[in-house]
């Protein structure tokens, strides 16, 4: 910050001048009132992952995270990470800090539940606490890998909270078969989008 101005995205806003829904978001989290001074994509909740960034698993089973993934999930997270899979045909890799969120949720359902006794036979099965190495790569379990034939080419979709891998060519059939449908559109925009 430099005098009156914080620079944010390579544009310089003057305090008060920040969006309001950011002002009103973090005055309703934090119980502040009043102008920001402070780079608010750095508060959890304020950064999410988003967009594909095509790269490969190595012959080892090592995925390297994208290096804008990495660098914001060092960040806000650290280096270690939950990767799972709610299907066997993705791996989901959860920064750890967001899986115990996961897990928060479901304490808190009755431990004779179906539904979370599956979520979590199918997590834990899949499921390993890994750690991301120097260069930035995860291991991706041998489990998953093998289910999701994730090997060579694969998508890594940021899907807010965590990161999703593909087989590239599998999520592109997938894709082709199940496009978006103008009936999702439309739950879509009665959910509020």
Known sequence: MVGDYVERSGKKWAKGDEPEHIQG???????????????TSLLPGFFMFRGNHPTRVDEKGRLKLPAEYKRRAEEMYGAQFYITSTDGKRAEIYPLKEWEKIEESLAK???????????????NYFGQVTEMDAQGRVLIPQLLREAAILQGEVVVLGMQ?????????????????????AEDKNALADLGL
């Open 25 to 39: 978001q973090f005055s309703a989290n934090f119980g502040f009132r009043g102008s920001l001074d402070f780079d």
């Open 161 to 181: 909270t965590y990161l999703e891998v593909a087989n590239h060519d599998g999520y592109k059939k997938q894709m082709d078969a199940n496009p978006l449908s």
């Open 109 to 123: 359902i009755p431990k004779f539940n179906e539904a979370k006794r599956r979520f979590l036979d199918i997590t």
